[in-house]
């Protein structure tokens, strides 16, 4: 879509200095933005990108002097950095009300009810008994298994797959991708040494205001539910087992992993590539450094962790600066040792053994 | 699907305690489980949960006494964990044999050959010469490259990309989302700095009873063939390089990594995280623990290891207690180096260098 | 495709013995192949395989004698493994030429602009505007977003998702799965705990000559572009983030992860399942061991590092190594301690402290 500065500055109630008229079509960063985007200015130590930027149009404080002549339009407004998040915002709330109807060829099956102001897009999938609340968003290529709830405002990227009776509340947002309800990782061991299938009957509920990232894989519960509360933000790319809980607002990087009816607290913090074994609990704040493998459940709210096996993170550190020493300590050790041997050798002392 | 308490006790010669019409339509466990689910009482010791329990239906062994009068209704049976494990199985086929027929539109080119009693999802793509065995499922939006050969009895589910001249065999379960033969990541280096890439023409071939997660990706071999073997299960998010051959019934646990060329031997076990460097052999039965680095060949059978880079798990656990004390060694070496210096300067002990 | 020995021998100027009428349709090792297959022979140290290969046709060097009666066609060259490698690119060549066309049903905007001779598999979807060079081959369901751009000659595999706004360059190759221009993981936390999420505006350029692997991630930047430069190799589950750059030649293993805004020089190598973290540099020909985790900038060009967290190549291992030695250094500095205080017990030494 299509702008002028003057529309622009409407939307943001800012004075257009320059030509009204010029256009844009994106966001920039001052210092990389191209003809055709919007760019902000709000640390004045940057100045000098005003006179350099190719943006068209560039969102400046009221206070800015300028002490050459610029190419680009301005917009003055009270904060540029404010105006320009709440730009962002209107932007992807207009973009995201565009995007309703139906696309052709789709399949929604017959017994699937339909909220209003819903788009699904081509080639995207709704399966029998399937509920689908108010302005959601299917994206093409999507899969939703049978009986799958999905509340309202919620957006579902391309190919991301639901498996059945999996539920996903409102205002969440699911990745490309995505697959959401796929078996727990759980056999019985044969006395033959193959192994039989445990059948995975529960689901995967999702509550509100989640967002998962792409690739994201979260296993339903072999029986009940694997829970994501409300507010857990997902990453790119982790791996959820069967009968994980995760609590409200808890964050999880990329590539983590979190091992089978393991339940974090609210407000974790969980670094990438982190894994968390199966059956232990993480108390509420706790923070999880990148790449550990937390072994044992930390039982104290705030706890910080770090290494692989994981250990409180000031002796953790403590532990591997010493590790640096460690061919250091051996030669000190083998000093010592060759000084005592030379001192017994001597004659000077004895020791009775 | 929903059925009554009678139609489930007859399912497994149970005797019905309450309302026989009383209907459900999942499986809960018993402490979590809501109106319209079935749950399972096995361990007295939870007794608790028949008098507090949502659930719409409970079975119980033929032993259970009752304290107090209960709204669930029961089924009596003599084993209740294996009765419901048994219907657990029963459902699951039932579900299995309902899915069949084949959903519009779907490609299925001129040249594939198609068993009987199979399923294909809608958007789901059957390259050129695919042959598909006798009650194969295929789910919506999968991709069967050309000449892809799949056995009888398996389901692959949405969204799975088999490439082509792939061979999977007969009852193997692959999950939404894998990628399985893609090209192999070889590379040529040239004098400019630039790679020329290696032509990946093999394929991937999985044997019987395998079971692939969700997300995973196996690489098809540059020449010959990437193996995995009858009864291997991967869990999601998994990584086989090329021309990688995995042993029979060999585990391998979530977001796990094995380089190319690397065989692993059968009833091998994969935790977590774990990596394998490429061109080495894992021995028959080893165990490789979470966030393992296995950088040489585990000739032993039945090896065990642990750490990155991983060797024998006895003495690695050793060294990880013995690395938390490593601040403590530094102070004792310090006071030893004192003490002997002292000892040095007080003019008691001479060293002759 | 069938091809005869007549006909591969007239492709690359060899010179058949046997039957020149029989056929193969694929490729394989000497050791490995079935009937039907081509194999090669290089190395007179494997002859013994020409005697017992099942393959119906091989190529061999023109100097390889025979001590026995064979029962494959050969086909001399004078080299054969450059004639091997030089089949396989011409047959990879022919198979891509061989694919164009739109299959239906696909999704293709009316405002989506086709090059020539292009591939559109069946249920891919092209979005508004979009600009798709000649010769590309987008594979069956694949997605791309309004405005994405395709330069000539690039690949794009089954299932692949890139998003709006995207710019992938020329002769690229994008494998099942993967994800492109999926949202930045940023988000502003709250006074109330929970998390507000920053609108992530900028795409993904993806310039020529780059492979990404399957079911790789590349999240597109809050503003401006994460951009991955000419001839980058990107093996299977990769995590880029948002505003990262990968440099021109930089090759990255399966599973590795590249936090926000981290940037790569060129020809750097990054092994399996690292983990850099987020707003560092590393520079041109560093070398990042497998599962190492990079906390801080690698400034030196050609740094080699391992561990996590990771330090000095050289100095690393030399840890590792005193690592393995740390029970016995504790056992060697108590037996130091005992008998300096066996000494002091003694009356030999007094120490005035």
Request: glycine share 10%.
């Amino acid at each position: 879509m299509q702008f002028s500065a003057e529309q622009i500055a409407a939307l943001i109630n800012g004075k257009v200095e320059g030509d009204p008229n010029i256009s844009v079509d994106s966001f920039g960063k001052i210092e990389e933005a191209r003809q055709g985007q919007l760019a902000f200015l709000a640390n004045p130590k940057y100045e000098d990108h005003l006179y350099t930027t190719k943006a068209s149009v560039i969102l400046v404080n009221d206070s800015q002097a300028l002490r050459e002549k610029i190419s680009s339009t301005l917009i003055r407004v009270p904060d540029a950095y404010l105006a320009f998040a709440a730009l962002l915002s209107k932007y992807q709330e207009m973009m995201k009300q565009q995007l309703t109807g139906i696309q052709e060829p789709s399949y929604i099956s017959k017994s699937a009810i339909l909220g209003e102001h819903i788009f699904v897009g081509a080639f995207a999938f709704i399966g029998e008994q399937v509920k689908i609340g108010n302005n959601v968003k299917i994206y093409p290529q999507v899969y939703l298994g049978d009986r799958v709830t999905i509340g309202d405002d919620t957006i579902i990227l391309p190919g991301a797959k639901i498996y059945s009776d999996c539920v996903i509340g409102k205002e969440v947002l699911i990745h490309g991708g995505c697959v959401i309800g796929s078996d727990g990782f759980g056999f019985a061991p044969q006395p033959d040494g193959s192994f039989k299938k445990i059948p995975q009957m529960g689901n995967v509920v999702v509550e509100d205001f989640v967002e998962i990232g792409a690739n994201t894989t979260i296993d339903r519960a072999t029986i009940g539910s694997t829970l994501i509360h409300t507010g857990a933000k997902l990453d790119n790319l982790i791996q959820i087992a069967h009968n994980v809980e995760i609590g409200n607002n808890t964050v999880i990087a990329a590539q983590a992993g979190v091992s089978g009816s393991t339940k974090l607290g609210k407000n974790v913090m969980v670094g990438g590539q982190a894994g968390i074994v199966g059956h232990i609990h993480i108390a509420d704040g706790s923070k999880i450094n990148a790449q550990s493998g937390v072994t044992k459940s930390l039982k104290t709210p705030n706890s910080a962790v770090t290494g692989s096996p994981a250990y409180d993170y000031t002796s953790a550190l403590r532990s591997q600066v010493a590790n640096r020493h460690l061919p250091d300590f051996e030669k000190r050790i083998q000093e010592l040792e060759k000084k005592l041997q030379v001192l017994l050798d001597s004659g000077q002392l004895t020791i009775d053994s």
